[in-house]
């Protein structure tokens, strides 16, 4: 589980018993609202998004240890942090680690937390994660815009010009 504790977006893993096997602070978190993503299990690691109003970032740990593997800073807007959980999908023949918030949708290499691509938009609060169909990414946004973005995901680098659908 994943939750703020003086000023820190702490990962807690339990076994089936309940019983506590770790407990990581995976970094700064600011609050706005409270925590509202919910990490991601992908191979060997949890993956937890810390989008808050300050030092904003995405990490993986370790599921045995909760040792940090990565961390990568994220966006800030300064205004509002963003509540997306990340998902982890083979998205146009890559597995590909998707999340948006803080006006952005980003894809980063889930093994290293390298970007993959990252496009504008929908908003820069967001709350629900991004949905996807062979190579297409679709992300929503809640606020203070009301969009939603179709983006071909086999692009590199900022794809805002060149990979929007509609």
């Avoid at 706005?32 to 808050?52: K, T, W």
């Avoid at 606020?143 to 692009?155: C, M, N, Q, S």
Wanted: glycine share 10%.
């Amino acid at each position: 589980t994943a939750f703020i504790h003086e000023g820190s977006l702490v990962v807690t893993a339990v076994d089936l018993h309940g019983n506590q096997k770790w407990q990581t602070a995976a970094g700064p978190f600011k609050s706005e609202h409270g925590y509202g993503s919910s990490p991601v299990l992908y191979g060997a690691m949890v993956i937890v998004l810390g989008d808050s109003l300050d030092g904003s970032f995405i990490a993986a740990l370790d599921r045995d240890s909760g040792d940090l593997i990565w961390r990568k800073q994220r966006r800030v807007t300064g205004s509002h942090g963003s509540y997306a959980t990340p998902i982890v999908a083979e998205i146009a023949g890559k597995t590909q680690l998707v999340v948006t918030g803080t006006n952005r949708v980003t894809s980063y290499a889930p093994e290293t937390g390298d970007l993959i691509w990252s496009c504008t938009g929908p908003s820069e609060v967001s709350a629900c994660a991004v949905a996807w169909y062979e190579d297409l990414v679709f992300a929503s946004g809640g606020y203070p815009e009301k969009e939603l973005l179709a983006i071909r995901a086999d692009g590199t680098d900022d794809v805002t010009d060149s990979h929007v659908v509609w």
